[in-house]
């Protein structure tokens, strides 16, 4: 069984750097999330990250009740669980029954991480379907009513995914707690390198999502796995282009969440401690050329609050 590294946030919990991730386009069946979730434990996956949009969350919460039954652990608290709270609950009186209603969802007293999902609310009672439901978020309520649901022991931790680095200031300018975590698009061809530099200054963990470039979804890219560079060191080196491009992502000081339910890139994606890249073979993969993949281009209009996709992500594309 593998042993993953960990990492200690500023909240002074311990997190996995490598976790398994379980939203997919399109979403799974949940017998297909549950089985993935107990073979993951088995592997030796302790990290697990699922959202409210995904749809995951009773799923997940299953696996882990039937990890439990099996014997794979021997206590939920070997876990690491991290779920998100959705924009239509982007309100600071809504904050706490979503974290609820995912809790019993997940089957769970408590998870180690609750993060706002994006730095977007909706009109109360709306789905974001029309443009005309966006607006701005009134973060520093929103991160009262997260802070309410640390203190109240139902996630030990509390952060933000999507988060830019104005947008960190912002928050951290108010939080009586700051933000254990930042989860972000992260990947060899996204390096989002001043984003990283500003979390390590202020002490926030940065959790990769999209490590691969999410290649095959809609919205997704082949940017790392058709990269020349990577697939040049991955042959020389004699691992995968995926093996690859995780390694470089640990080296950052990141931890990742990978989303394959197939068993043999479970393992594989885990094969990336023993060795290390070379200064030279860093440098190289610093040279790919860089794109943001996902543009959030659904929460901007000429209408609404955020008018480009440059305005949305101040300036940070």
Not at 87 to 96: E, K, Y
Not at 140 to 168: D, P, Q, R, Y
Not at 252 to 280: A, H, P
Request: aromatic share 8%; net charge negative.
């Amino acid at each position: 069984m593998a042993r993953i590294p960990e990492s200690t946030l500023n909240s002074g919990h311990v997190i996995p750097l490598v976790g398994l991730g379980t939203g997919a386009e399109p979403p799974p069946p949940p017998e297909i999330v549950t089985s993935a979730v107990v073979t993951a434990i088995e592997i030796g996956y302790r990290h697990f990250d699922t959202a409210a949009l995904y749809g995951t969350e009773q799923a997940l919460g299953e696996g882990i009740a039937e990890a439990l039954r099996r014997g794979l652990i021997k206590s939920r608290d070997e876990l690491f669980v991290t779920s998100k709270l959705w924009c239509s609950d982007g309100h600071p009186d809504l904050v706490l029954p979503a974290l609820q209603n995912t809790l019993k969802k997940l089957g769970l007293g408590y998870i180690d991480l609750y993060l706002i999902h994006f730095p977007v609310s909706f009109k109360r009672g709306t789905q974001g379907t029309s443009k005309e439901d966006i607006m701005v978020m009134d973060v520093k309520s929103v991160w009262e009513a997260m802070e309410e649901c640390s203190k109240l022991g139902l996630s030990k931790s509390i952060g933000v995914s999507n988060f830019t680095c104005k947008k960190l200031q912002d928050l951290l300018a108010t939080a009586k707690i700051p933000p254990a975590v930042n989860q972000v698009e992260m990947n060899t061809g996204w390096q989002q390198k001043k984003l990283v530099g500003f979390c390590k200054e202020k002490g926030i963990h940065v959790t990769a999502w999209s490590p691969l470039g999410a290649p095959g979804a809609s919205w997704g890219s082949y940017n790392v796995m058709n990269s020349p560079i990577l697939e040049e060191i991955a042959n020389a080196r004699g691992k995968s282009v995926a093996q690859v491009a995780l390694r470089w992502l640990h080296q950052q000081g990141v931890s990742i969440i990978v989303k394959s339910f197939n068993e043999d890139r479970m393992e594989e994606n885990l094969q990336i401690f023993d060795w290390e890249l070379t200064l030279e073979e860093m440098k190289k993969i610093e040279e790919s050329p860089q794109e943001r993949v996902t543009t959030a281009a659904s929460f901007v209009s000429p209408e609404g609050p955020f008018k480009t996709i440059e305005e949305f992500w101040d300036g940070e594309v």
